[in-house]
């Protein structure tokens, strides 16, 4: 993708995220998934973590199933532990992702791999297609050091998982949304252009600092909800920021969602739930 932008994006509205909390109480903001944005297509949910207090997180999320749309995981600090029902299993260190489509139905768990400091990191939930939701389940698991780190300009730093920009391509490949996932820390006053596909849904999420995304100013823990265009420039607040730019090719189908179930009708909606409750939900991993 070319790093020139003809249509930069405005922001249509900033919502703040809303305290929640999930799998066995751990606290977390959610920007995507509530009642003032429900979803954002292709986009279902997004939940910032970041604490230092293990009893806000220790428990971390137990055995839990998925089908019909995929889980993107990025640590920003700490570790966790992942464990599937395909076999998969390892550790998601401080500036690792997983991007995880669960198809046709995965069972994991994530567990905290520390007792105490700063945990902090990311949860996207990503619709899939209707012809894509019943498809074998894949995992991309990234290490910190396979995700490209790029300087465009003085004063920004970029970290990739998806997309293509300033040189530069995220190891995170074969989605059909064709994603860009980016990580934008700014020192104050520092500008950056991110560029976007045109009509791909976008968003900036603001998670240490403040920004002006667009021109229009968007503290801590805030979602910059982006219009349309072919990228969107970001500047670092009076004491710098640091966000998320997320974009993805909306699906434009009906949605049909339970919990961890996200299809395109109610009777596969059904279907899933009689999978789950008679063991038919996921193919075993090869012994």
Same mark, same amino acid.
């Given at each position: 993708m070319? @790093?020139?932008v003809e249509n930069p994006?405005?922001? +249509? ?5 809303m305290?929640?909390s999930?799998?066995?109480g751990?606290a977390?903001r959610r920007s ?7 979803m954002?297509?292709?986009f279902?949910?997004?939940?910032s ?5 293990a ?14 749309f995929e889980t993107?995981?990025y640590?920003?600090e700490g ?6 029902s395909?076999? @998969? ?5 401080? %500036?690792?992702a997983?991007w995880?489509t669960?198809?046709?139905?995965i069972?994991?768990? +994530?567990t905290? +791999?520390q007792?105490?400091?700063?945990? *902090?990191?990311?949860?996207l939930?990503i ?5 894509d ?7 991309q698991n990234m290490e910190p050091?396979?995700?490209? /780190?790029?300087?465009p300009?003085d004063g920004?730093?970029?970290r ?7 040189g530069?391509t995220g190891p995170?490949? %074969? ?5 860009v996932f $980016?990580d ?7 500008k950056v252009t991110i560029?976007t ?9 603001v998670f240490i600092?403040d920004a ?5 100013? $968007?503290?801590t823990?805030?979602?910059a909800?982006? *219009?349309d265009g072919? %990228?969107?420039?970001? /500047? ?16 434009h189908e009906q $949605?049909?969602?339970y919990?961890?179930? $996200?299809?395109?009708?109610?009777q596969?909606?059904?279907?899933a739930? +009689?999978?789950?409750q @008679?063991?038919?939900f996921v193919?075993?991993a090869?012994s």
């Amino acid at each position: 993708m070319s @790093n020139s932008v003809e249509n930069p994006r405005g922001v +249509e509205k900033v919502l703040r995220a809303m305290d929640t909390s999930d799998g066995a109480g751990v606290a977390l903001r959610r920007s995507i998934g509530t009642p003032q944005l429900d979803m954002l297509d292709p986009f279902l949910m997004l939940d910032s973590l970041s604490t230092d207090k293990a009893d806000e997180y220790i428990a971390g999320f137990p055995e839990h199933p998925h089908r019909g749309f995929e889980t993107v995981t990025y640590m920003v600090e700490g570790a966790m532990r992942h464990q599937d029902s395909m076999g @998969n299993e390892g550790i998601l260190r401080s %500036g690792g992702a997983q991007w995880m489509t669960a198809g046709s139905g995965i069972v994991h768990s +994530e567990t905290p +791999e520390q007792e105490d400091g700063l945990l *902090q990191g990311f949860q996207l939930w990503i619709n899939l297609p209707a012809k894509d939701k019943m498809i074998d389940p894949r995992y991309q698991n990234m290490e910190p050091d396979e995700l490209p /780190e790029i300087s465009p300009v003085d004063g920004a730093q970029l970290r990739l998982l998806a997309g293509s920009m300033h040189g530069a391509t995220g190891p995170i490949n %074969g989605i059909s949304t064709d994603p860009v996932f $980016v990580d934008v820390k700014l020192e104050p006053g520092a500008k950056v252009t991110i560029p976007t596909p045109k009509g791909h849904t976008a968003v900036a999420y603001v998670f240490i600092g403040d920004a002006v995304v667009a021109d229009k100013p $968007v503290p801590t823990h805030h979602l910059a909800i982006l *219009q349309d265009g072919d %990228g969107v420039t970001l /500047e670092g607040g009076e004491h710098g920021g640091r966000m998320l730019v997320i974009a993805a090719r909306p699906i434009h189908e009906q $949605v049909v969602r339970y919990g961890p179930f $996200v299809m395109s009708s109610k009777q596969e909606l059904m279907q899933a739930f +009689e999978d789950y409750q @008679n063991g038919n939900f996921v193919r075993k991993a090869a012994s």
